[in-house]
């Protein structure tokens, strides 16, 4: 099944998700990340992703749905490949890199393996993946099929056509679509914040007593 359309977030939408810290999320959210396994490969300077994704489900061996979601990506998208943590063939490459960037695609998360990395990190390409591996899929006379624009699951999370990927040095984390503004308006960066807190740490302060996890210790003692 290939599906061409899909909703995206608007540029303002995505300016903004662009200040919110994907380890902050990591405070509060329960789904949406995935698992440790899919790393950020050093493919790049710079880790910080968000774009949305637009989703795809391939056979371990086969790309062409790959190549097919590269011709369909629009600017501000993020590859997001399901393979079911198939790590010993390559979807993703030097080629599929190069046809990426032409599109404007800003990066992509794979639950398998990627192949090329030092060609990649020539071009500064984002890349999220279980592993490396020499061995890419198979130029096949028939297609064994897969899946465009539909819901798959990365590393453990379930992610649709259109959520929100955030990436940085510490994995990746998914936003869906209904989850935007409120989590725009929830964790988009404060400046000043955390440094603030910092300087409170270091004028003595005790970060159980600035995070009320001595009042909860308290409460917890008091039930005993």
Do not use: C
Not at 55 to 63: A, H, N, S, Y
Request: charged content about 25%.
């Amino acid at each position: 099944m290939v599906i061409g359309e899909i909703n995206r977030p608007d540029d303002e939408q995505l300016r903004s998700l662009e200040q919110v810290d994907p380890n902050e999320l990591g405070h509060h959210k329960h789904f949406g990340h995935s698992s440790p396994e899919i790393e950020f490969m050093r493919t790049a300077r710079d880790a910080e992703l968000v774009g949305s994704a637009l989703t795809v489900r391939i056979p371990p061996v086969d790309g062409t749905m790959v190549h097919k979601a590269i011709e369909l990506a629009q600017p501000t998208d993020v590859i997001v490949i399901e393979m079911g943590g198939h790590e010993t063939n390559a979807p993703w490459g030097e080629i599929t890199t190069h046809a990426a960037v032409a599109n404007g695609v800003r990066g992509v998360v794979i639950d398998g393996a990627v192949t090329d990395t030092a060609a990649i990190n020539e071009v500064g390409f984002p890349v999220f993946a279980r592993a490396r591996t020499n061995r890419t899929v198979q130029r096949l006379t028939e297609s064994l099929g897969g899946d465009i624009n539909v819901p798959v699951q990365v590393g453990g999370a379930v992610v649709r056509p259109g959520d929100i990927a955030i990436g940085n040095e510490d994995g990746v984390v998914f936003v869906s679509r209904e989850q935007i503004d409120q989590t725009i308006e929830r964790y988009a960066r404060h400046d000043g914040t955390e440094s603030e807190l910092i300087e409170r740490l270091y004028d003595g302060e005790s970060l159980a007593e600035i995070s009320g996890a001595n009042d909860r210790i308290a409460e917890l003692n008091r039930e005993r």
